[in-house]
């Protein structure tokens, strides 16, 4: 399967723990994106990357969530010192630097924060 | 954030009966895309549309840029029970600098098809 991955799928953790999730990429694809989604709600955009450069962060993206993306391949999310707030999927997709952009999107990381 | 209006929210209809929706914005965008999600699972992509007027089909799925590029159609003819799924519009203001990458979402189309 060639397409976008994200582990782990699912992850349960207590209130003001870190949790770190991994996206890997389709392999050709330069630009990687994480949105979060809640309940009832379209996904949100968080940061983006081109290659290892993160080009834009959302104002969702509060400073206990960190973000990279070291060689340009695959990239993780961390989140510190959770909230019960923080309980969302964490969605990641991809795309090409050039061309039609389109994004796909990975399976997602189930967070649920007790 | 900002969340374009999706309606409707929810649909129950019989098979073999055909759907339509639509996705409308504030503001113009010059990239619309439908995507299909299942239950714990990332969204799929449908249809992307790149042009104001264009319309652009799937198989069953017929999907249209509306020409004031606010708003978009997604249709699907002869539905069946595989359809069920949320249904999302996102729109996407391609051009220079990181933000114009970012893809806005619809709240979702709920649809449900009755065998």
């Known amino acids: 399967d060639t397409g976008v991955s994200q582990n782990p799928r699912h992850k349960i953790t207590k209130r003001g723990q870190n949790v770190t999730f991994r996206c890997d990429p389709i392999?050709?694809?330069?630009?990687l994106y994480w949105y979060r989604q809640t309940l009832g709600q379209g996904p949100e955009f968080l940061t983006y990357?081109?290659?290892?450069?993160?080009?834009?962060k959302s104002r969702l993206l509060s400073d206990r969530f960190s973000a990279e993306r070291p060689k340009g391949s695959f990239s993780t999310l961390e989140i510190q010192r959770t909230e019960q707030g923080d309980s969302a999927m964490y969605l990641c997709a991809s795309s090409e630097f050039a061309g039609s952009n389109e994004q796909f999107f990975g399976p997602g990381t189930r967070l649920t924060v007790l | 954030g900002q969340q374009l209006n999706q309606s409707p929210q929810s649909m129950f209809i019989q098979e073999g009966e055909d759907v339509s929706m639509n996705c409308t914005s504030s503001?113009?965008?010059?990239?619309w895309l439908w995507y299909k999600q299942d239950p714990g699972e990332g969204p799929v992509l449908l249809i992307a549309l790149y042009k104001a007027g264009e319309l652009t089909s799937n198989g069953r799925l017929t999907a249209q840029f509306g020409i004031t590029r606010k708003d978009s159609f997604l249709n699907i003819s002869a539905s069946i029970p595989s359809d069920v799924g949320i249904y999302f519009c996102?729109?996407?203001?391609?051009?220079?600098?990181?933000?114009?990458?970012?893809?806005?979402f619809g709240k979702g189309t709920l649809l449900t098809v009755n065998p």
């Open positions: 996102a729109g996407q203001l391609r051009g220079s600098g990181g933000s114009n990458y970012k893809l806005t």
């Open positions: 990357f081109q290659n290892e450069a993160q080009l834009e």
């Open positions: 392999s050709e694809h330069n630009r």
């Open positions: 503001s113009i965008f010059n990239t």
